[in-house]
């Protein structure tokens, strides 16, 4: 190529453009425009030249010289991108697309050494994530009607699907990328940026599933506890055993589903439920337990349940009636075991606890007349005392549910003989 040859002073032209931008903080639109219709016209003039048959070959060093200015240009397309008139400019000129210089594609970004520990890592946290949330839907399968069971069993699972589908799915991927695309930090960091939306996400379900589910629960119980006193037993149920599929170790609810088989007289449900209770450390399952002990005549399986509850330092905390009836309780499974003066103890512990309660209780006074009354014969001094229990359990039996106490009270006042009747199931 000879010196004078127009190609020549373009290329020159191209090049004094290129130093000028790559130097300059700002691109202003018209060298940049001006250097990208210079470059135009060196492609121009290159292709002129080899439609001409005899035409003279360009030595190496140009195509050299021209193959390092273009990779100055290459480095700098992020300030050739951010020139607004360029988008215009395409329309107007309507350049090929092979001319890239108005076509500059962004820089790739440098990748990640540990790409591969990241996406093992994701894919490990997504994987979690979709345990825990099956774990958490599955707990809301009961046919308990309401928003929140049905949002509970199925946002989860889609949250998770969703966030699985995006970080591995192309589709997602590419979803992703477009959002992210304007910040070129976070293209060089996407496979990190896909662990830690991946970890936000198992640790967001992993904090529902230890902090979120148990207040569920105990939301479910109290609406139970609710339901129960206000007669309706069936949505109780429903509600007490939504609690337990929610959190199967929680013992409140345990033990409050026990009563409702208790009053359903469906003793051996009764019984497993406050078993679970009891292993749960619930002490007035434990009271509840010995109860069904005692009915069933098995003193023996009350005596270490009451005794265990009663030596709980926890027990000071519980309401006073709780404290009563495990007193109550104890010297009733005394009484049945005919150790009279162990018995006569616990209820007048019983009594003592009981003067607190808003209602006093007849059934410690009724127990103690008879422990009273069978601990020596009827000549004994005791009997005085006994007839002083059964007017005070006369005197307290108030309620409704105290009436079989009431009719015992009064057949021993009226009736001496009747004394040592058997004691009736509370």
Known sequence: MVASHPLHSAYDQYQTLVDQLANSPTWEPEPVLTMLRTRDRIQHLIDQLGEIPEAQTLPPQFWLSLANTDAILGRHTDQLRAVPALVDWRKSVHPPEHHWWWYPPELEPPKDALAWLWGGLTIAMLTISLALAQDIASRFTLDTPGVWSSLGAIAPVILTLFASGGALTKVG???????????????????????????????????????????????????????????????????????????????????????????????????????????????????????????????EDAVPLLRSALGNPVLSQQAPELQYLLHKNLGQARLEQERFAEAQ??????????????????????????????????????????NTAWRSCLQYATRPEDDIWESQARQALTQPENLYAPEPAP
Do not use: M
């Open 345 to 386: 103890t616990a209820l007048l512990e019983a009594i003592v606890v009981g003067q607190s309660l808003t209602n006093p209780r007849p059934d410690a006074f009724c127990l103690l007349a008879q422990a009273l009354g069978q601990s020596s014969a009827p000549a004994d001094s005791s009997l005085p005392a006994a």
């Open 173 to 299: 991927q590419q979803l992703l990328e477009s959002v992210l695309a304007s910040r070129s930090s976070a293209a060089k960091n996407w496979a990190r940026i896909k662990f830690a939306l991946a970890f936000a996400l198992a640790l967001g379900l992993f904090l529902f599933h230890s902090l979120v589910l148990p207040r569920i629960a105990v939301a479910y119980n109290q609406a139970g506890e609710e339901q129960y006193e206000s007669g309706d037993w069936a949505s109780a149920q429903d509600n007490f055993e939504q609690a337990l599929s929610i959190r199967p170790d929680y013992p409140a609810a345990q033990f409050n589903l026990g009563v409702l088989y208790e009053a359903y007289q469906q003793l051996d449900q009764a019984q497993t439920e406050y078993l679970k209770a009891v292993q749960g450390g619930y002490l007035p399952a434990y009271n509840n337990l010995a109860h069904l002990y005692i009915q069933q005549g098995n003193p």
